[in-house]
Antibody
């Protein structure tokens, strides 16, 4: 069974660093892209970026380039989303999703979401 | 980068009636391989999004056949032939031709 299990909720202060995770199982982790999607409170979905764990090919939305770092460790089949210095505006739910890619398309499996709260 | 625009943003529907959502892209999503890189997702209340339609018109695994997708190039439509109570939530189109990908604003479907 394909699963993406994300790390638990986080409460942080502005300026702190954070790394959240997304562990894939039940499929070949290095053969599919992993996407990260942000959902701010009461708002829509925003595509942040994507990584191909097999070669760590990473692409970012211009809106998030330089603000976050997407990485993956294929030895533990886990993708990561990282901030160096959080802002209150980073408070949101962050989803990871397996991206089919290639000649096909679509994120067919999603994590449960990680709620990040940044508040002083 | 393509910008995705959905309409309507709010869609009240009577159970058993059809529903239709439009999604327009500022750039063509038709790849030279003949596929349209446009997907549809549904986010039910309190849940993660789920894939409904990929490549414009292909239903994802387990999606009821009352859902259908159509369109090509810059104009796409998601249709629900007969809305059921379990279809409530926010529907998003997403372009996936070239990174950065982007979502539409979302269409909230509610039952009258």
């Amino acid at each position: 069974e394909v699963q993406l299990v994300q790390s638990g909720p986080e409460v942080k202060k502005p300026g702190e660093s954070l790394k959240i995770s997304c562990k894939g199982s039940g499929y070949s982790f290095t053969s599919y892209w992993i996407a990260w999607v942000r959902q701010m409170p009461g708002k829509g979905l925003e595509w942040m970026g994507i990584i191909y764990p097999g070669v760590s090919d990473t692409r970012y939305s211009p809106s998030f380039q330089g603000q976050v770092t997407i990485s993956a460790d294929k030895s533990v089949t886990t993708a990561y989303l990282q901030w160096r210095s959080l802002k209150a505006s980073d408070s949101a739910i962050y989803y990871c999703a397996r991206w089919v890619g290639g000649t096909s398309s679509g994120s067919d499996y999603w994590g449960q979401g990680t709620l990040v709260t940044v508040s002083s | 980068d393509a910008v995705m625009t959905q309409s309507p943003l709010f869609l009240p529907v009577t159970p058993g009636e059809p529903a239709s959502i439009s999604c327009r892209s500022t750039e063509s999503l038709l790849h030279r391989n003949g596929n349209n890189y446009l997907d549809w997702y549904l986010q039910k209340p309190g849940q993660s999004p789920q894939l409904l339609i990929y490549l414009g018109s292909n239903r994802a695994s387990g999606v009821p056949d009352r859902f259908s997708g159509s369109g090509s190039g810059t104009d796409f439509t998601l249709k629900i032939s007969r809305v059921e109570a379990e279809d409530v939530g926010v529907y998003y189109c997403m372009e996936a031709l070239e990174t950065p990908y982007s979502f539409g604003q979302g269409t909230k479907l509610e039952i009258k």
